[in-house]
C-alpha cells in the first residue's frame, strides 16, 4: 500500500521500512530479547546469592541467629557487656 500510493508500484524499493534495512529491526528485537535474558540470570544469581548468605548465618538449631541478634542489641547500646557475656555463654550451652 505505501509504495502504491507514492507511486513506487509493488516489491521492495529503497523507499521501503528502514530505507531497505530490514535486518536492523531483527537486530533490535534480538538485542532486546538478549537484554531480557541477561536482566533475568543476574536477578536469579543475586537472588541466590542473597539466600545462600541467610542460610550462611542462620543454624540448624538457631545459635547463629540468635547470637546475631545478641550483637546488633549490644551494638545498639540496649545491653550492658556483662549482660552480653552472661547471655552469649547461655545461648553456646
Not at 13 to 23: I, K, R, S, T
Not at 52 to 68: I, K, Q, Y
Request: hydrophobic share 55%; charged share 20%; no cysteine.
Amino acid at each position: 500500500m505505501y509504495n502504491r500510493l507514492y507511486g513506487l508500484g509493488y516489491g521492495m524499493n529503497a523507499a521501503g521500512p528502514f530505507l531497505g534495512f530490514h535486518w536492523i529491526g531483527w537486530l533490535v528485537g534480538a538485542l532486546i530479547v538478549a537484554g531480557l535474558v541477561v536482566a533475568i540470570v543476574l536477578s536469579l544469581k543475586a537472588h541466590r546469592a542473597a539466600k545462600a548468605v541467610a542460610v550462611r548465618e542462620h543454624t540448624a538449631d538457631g545459635t547463629a541467629s540468635a547470637l546475631a541478634l545478641l550483637k546488633e542489641r549490644l551494638a545498639r547500646g540496649e545491653l550492658a557487656e556483662a549482660e552480653y557475656d552472661r547471655l552469649k555463654t547461655k545461648i553456646e550451652a
